[in-house]
């Protein structure tokens, strides 16, 4: 049986409006948080994977996880460590979680949590691609949990007191 316009306009009208509303969540959650959640593009998420150890003791941490894509190469390259995205912006999580349930990886989780609240002293690595403050209020909190040995890489933005050990230029990320 065929729905009638009438049915038609209501699903239409009523996908616009969940869609707007998914718009409206993110734009608050951007502005109370002040960093998008924008997506690494698959170079940065490579150029960030080969700074990584092949071996790490802990867990893998992908703070502000957005839309999970470099949490799941993490949880690839990992297989053997738990593997956490953290996300407060609920359409990206929720986007995220969707995904896991898709594509399986029994040892990544993600969880919606402000990073600065969560405690990262389990870490052995961890990622993150966060403007200029949100970096500024992470790195003391970095450098009071995280044991010896544990490895930060950042996508185009640096630590203000730290020193990198490393810095790669990815033309096709858009990095500088």
Not at 43 to 57: Q, T
Not at 70 to 94: M, Q, T, W
Not at 148 to 170: L, R, Y
């Amino acid at each position: 049986m065929w729905a009638d316009a009438a049915q038609v306009g209501a699903l239409e009208g009523s996908l616009l409006i969940g869609f707007l509303l998914g718009i409206a969540i993110v734009a608050v959650y951007t502005i109370r948080v002040g960093v998008p959640p924008m997506p690494s593009n698959r170079a940065a998420r490579l150029a960030m994977l080969k700074l990584l150890p092949e071996k790490v003791d802990g867990t893998v941490y992908d703070l502000g996880s957005a839309w999970g894509g470099l949490a799941f190469d993490l949880a690839r390259k990992y297989p053997d460590n738990r593997v956490v995205g953290i996300e407060l912006s609920p359409i990206p999580y929720l986007a995220s979680r969707l995904r896991a349930l898709l594509i399986r990886r029994p040892n990544l989780n993600f969880r919606r949590a402000d990073f600065l609240n969560v405690d990262l002293s389990d870490a052995g690595a961890l990622t993150c691609y966060l403007m200029i403050w949100a970096m500024r209020r992470l790195e003391p909190k970095l450098r009071a949990e995280l044991n010896p040995g544990a490895v930060v890489v950042s996508h185009a933005f640096a630590f203000v007191a730290w020193k990198h050990e490393a810095h790669v230029i990815v033309p096709e990320a858009g990095s500088a």
